[in-house]
């Protein structure tokens, strides 16, 4: 079980961006959360490869890809040349998610898949075996700074009991609502990587936010 912690680049100060990513370089942060939206898939409309291209050349850290746009697959390959380590797909936004996993894998990327907060762990019992890491939202997807959903805790534990069972590699992610209040019953609950936008971003010690959602070392 690791304890990793990907500060989501959605609430940076972008004006600022160049000095926010050498934050998290020098940070205890382990991955950069890069959310992507559509405006079809959720509501909102975030930031694309201009700015995916901008973090790739100065973060000294590995790249996870939130993908919140309908039939990604469109966009697999391109994610992929753009640098990402792990791109995360949403179960809802996929027909063939089969074909979208092995898709990403085949870039020599590591497959996520996300489950919006109303989506069982079921639906995922024929594919967990090949993913790499499952994201569980924790909120509604589509914005930062939201609450976190208390039923997440059961979840994880559901889908850790899953992995277990399938004999699954994958990872589990909680994305939405993090913070240094609610981290640590997230690793005890099973989850290896913890994403936070306004936790750390919105402190006043970034470094020091990133540090405390981590807990000890
Ligand atoms: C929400 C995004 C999250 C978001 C998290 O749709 O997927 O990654 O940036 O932000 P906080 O931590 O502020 O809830
Ligand atoms: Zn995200």
């Known amino acids: 079980m690791s304890r990793l912690i990907a500060p989501s680049i959605l609430a940076a100060d972008f004006a600022r961006l160049g000095e926010e990513i050498d934050m998290i370089n020098r940070s205890d942060a382990d991955w950069f959360h890069i959310d992507v939206m559509d405006g079809v898939f959720v509501p909102n409309i975030s930031f694309g490869f201009p700015v995916m291209d901008a973090v790739y050349k100065r973060a000294t850290k590995p790249l996870d890809v939130h993908l919140m746009i309908v039939d990604p697959d469109r966009y697999v390959s391109q994610f992929a040349k753009a640098g990402a380590h792990v791109i995360t797909v949403h179960y809802e936004a996929c027909t063939h998610l089969h074909r979208t996993v092995q898709a990403i894998q085949a ?8 489950l919006n907060p109303h989506t069982p762990v079921s639906a995922l019992e024929d594919i967990i075996a090949d993913l790499d890491l499952v994201l569980i939202m924790s ?45 640590a019953r997230l690793y005890e609950s099973g989850a290896d990587v913890l994403v936070a936008g306004n936790a750390v971003f919105a402190a006043e010690d970034p470094e020091a936010a990133i540090t405390a959602i981590k807990g000890e070392k």
């Open 107 to 114: 870039e020599g990327v590591k497959a996520g898949v996300s």
């Open 139 to 183: 909120v509604n997807p589509g914005y930062g700074g939201q609450k976190f959903i208390e039923n997440t805790y059961d979840k994880v534990a559901r889908l850790k009991t899953l992995i277990t069972e399938k004999k699954s590699k994958a990872v589990i992610e909680i994305d939405g609502g993090v913070n240094a209040s609610n981290a």
